[in-house]
């Protein structure tokens, strides 16, 4: 009986011991790396989901340019999946033990602030490097006056449209569309109807837009959410907005909007490049998507948002990622340094060239816009983007109501189902995301 | 109270030395967190910055605020209501079929038990084609039959059949189970049975159904906890991940998981984490209480 009881006491110390001495080495292994910095090099654990093609081929050799540039910090990539990246650093930052610098959200940066899950940067950074962003973006770095991350890259929404189309009906550069009204007048004249079947369409709003980017642009720029975080849902120039979505729904008809919607989402059928589709609003990355998919002989053109009246600013709305410090990160210096590589014009312009994506950096911008990495019809895509940054709009993550998408949504979507009228759907939006910011208080 | 001998003691700690692994197993990593559950429910954690305790607050707002989390568990019963007895009543039909001795049943057994194999995202993404209001084939095959069908994922009074019937699909698992307990039905039960002048449905109804009830009873209590914690596919299968269109997927877990990850209100999820586990636990002590009127084993009640 005594060996049982001795047996039983030697398992427990040991699981008891494991349990320390894994705690143990895990430390050991951080002072290594301590003790190594001062010395020699120090390892950093940068996490993106850029996973494969051209994004990550030039981050991995932005990173080996960068390895190789000094002999103090080492930089070691890890690819996270999009859809585990930021629950996964979530629970590294609770266990205390988060990468050190890590891609994430720009529409969020606040919201992580305020829960203490990103370092404050401000001491590291160099006064004035703010100047190398769109000011928009720089904004959503700060909380409280402090910044917790660098923009790194963006996006805005324009409209796409056939060049082709336009040419055979008759249509000059002068008639592209400024305003709403005159997007609708544009869209009549491209429709084709047969026997109650549209053939094409010029022009619906809701494909890959949402109602929020229209509903921000006929208000001014101001999203369901002002400045000051009041609840601006139902507003008269929004309640227009949405009519004229509704309209235009009633106009085509849901089956054919439902049709058509299924095919873009595949991208060979795309309705845009084969020509059923005359303008389409789109994220401005879908450049590298016709430039896959489309005919050779394909043209396209790029403009703004429309105005929602003539002199209300062809707002838009746009997102991107920041470059963070993860709270509990050991080797905060050397990660910004990082990161305000990442974010220098130069490496920013490889970036840019290499991904198509919009850049932070607005020298990387430009110098993408003038430079010779670009075929023509990119520095077009880039010089309208850079134009759009002007009035893109960006919807940081409200504290006071983090999770009210669901909550406009369902009603919007009542709008759009024929249940509730537009002035209905949003009075009640209203009314629900309140409801939640007192929830929160 | 008989005093235990030295002996009984002595095979006791050895058994507990031999459970020892799932004890520890189950307080570290079942017990615990449930624990932190409850603790956590009744405060204002986020995961990293806070964790002061805030009273019954997080139930109030639930229960009184929150039209969401009504909306919520409206859904996720609205799915289990329908879903457990139809796959049930599903299953227990295929593996009857199943059962008859004909020249290549296996392959058919094969067939059925297929899509039980496959599971995840994939078979949500391949769902979502068949689904699809213009181009699916569920709606093409309809159209056959000059059936206009509806837009199954893209209106709210669809969705929830849409997926109803998709898990109908993937009822292979649930028939495996019976058809392995018909199979063990003794067969001169059946002769009897037809020598007392037994029909085929009167076999089905009198000898085969009270036979296979312990299985119905675990496949019901296991599938309603399953339905209740369906998460996945309206995760995967609506736009974002939100739940719509008009949040008539928004099932509890995704709920949850939005105030959790989205909202960083752990503390609420937590509360609420501990609602749906309340929910269950009634309801599996239910159908534990009505067991005993339908359920017969074999071995008499023990």
Known sequence: ?441 | MTKRSLRQKQEARWGFFFVAPFLIGFVLFMFGPMLFSLIGSFTDYNLTSKMNFIGLNNFKRMFLNDDLFWKSLYNTAYFTIFNVPLTTLFSIFLAVILNQKLVGMRFFRTIFYLPAVLSGVAVYILWMQLLSPSTGLINTILSWFHITGPSWLFDPNWTKPALIMMKLWSAGGAMLLYLATLQNVPTQLYESAEIDGAGIWQQFRHVTLPMITPIIFYDVITSTIGSFQIFQEAYVMTSNGQGGPANSLLFYNLHMWNKAFVGFDMGYAMAMSMVLFMIVLVLTLINLKLAPRWVHYAGGDQ
Not at chain 1, 168 to 197: F, H, M, Y
């Open chain 1, 1 to 441: 009986m005594k060996k049982v009881g001795l047996i039983l006491t030697a398992v427990l110390a040991c699981l008891v011991l494991l349990g320390g001495c894994g705690k143990k080495t895990a430390d050991a292994d951080k002072d290594t790396t301590t003790n190594v910095k001062s010395s020699k090099k120090v390892t950093l654990d940068f996490w993106s989901f850029w996973g494969s093609g051209a994004r990550r081929e030039v981050i991995e050799s932005i990173i080996k340019d960068y390895n190789e540039s000094q002999d103090k910090v080492k930089i070691k990539y890890s690819y996270q999946p999009w859809g585990d990246i930021w629950t996964k650093s979530l629970s590294a930052i609770t266990a205390g033990n988060p990468p050190d610098v890590i891609v994430q959200d720009i529409n969020s940066v606040a919201q992580r602030a305020d829960a203490k899950q990103a370092t404050d940067i401000t001491k590291y950074l160099d006064k004035g490097i703010n100047k190398r962003f769109y000011s928009q973006l720089f904004k959503t770095t700060q909380y409280q006056n402090k910044t917790y991350g660098l923009p790194f890259n963006t996006d805005t929404q324009v409209i796409f449209y056939n060049k082709k189309i336009f040419k055979n009906a008759g249509l000059t550069d002068k008639d592209l569309p400024q305003t709403w009204s005159e997007l609708d007048a544009v869209a009549r004249t491209l429709d084709i109807k047969k026997d109650d079947t549209f053939t094409r369409i010029g022009f619906y709003p809701l494909w890959s837009l949402d109602t929020q980017v229209w509903a921000l642009n006929a208000d001014g720029g101001t999203s369901w959410f002002n400045d000051k975080n009041q609840v601006k849902i139902d507003t008269k120039n929004k309640r227009k907005a949405l009519q004229w979505i509704l309209d235009a729904q009633k106009y085509y008809g849901k089956k054919t909007i439902n049709r058509l919607e299924a095919e873009f989402g595949s991208g060979v059928a795309d309705p845009f490049l084969s020509g059923t589709v005359a303008m389409r609003a789109q994220n401005i990355n879908y450049y590298t998507s016709i430039k896959e998919n489309a005919p050779k002989d394909f043209e396209f053109g790029v403009i703004q948002l429309p105005e929602f009246q003539k002199g209300s600013g062809h707002k838009t709305w746009g997102g991107g990622f920041t470059l963070e410090v993860p709270t509990g990160a050991k080797h905060v210096k050397e990660s910004v340094d990082f990161i305000k590589y990442l974010t220098s014009d130069k490496v920013q312009e490889k970036f840019g060239a290499a991904s198509f994506d919009i850049m932070a950096n607005k020298k990387a911008n430009t110098n993408l816009i003038n430079g010779k990495q670009l075929d023509e019809t990119g520095q077009m895509i880039y010089k309208t983007a850079d134009q759009a940054m002007s009035s893109t709009v960006l919807t940081p993550i409200p504290l006071s109501a983090p999770d009210y998408n669901n909550l406009v949504n369902e009603q919007i979507d009542a709008a759009l189902l024929g249940q509730k009228s537009a002035k209905q759907a949003l009075k009640d939006a209203q009314t629900a995301v309140e409801n939640l910011v007192k929830q929160h208080k």
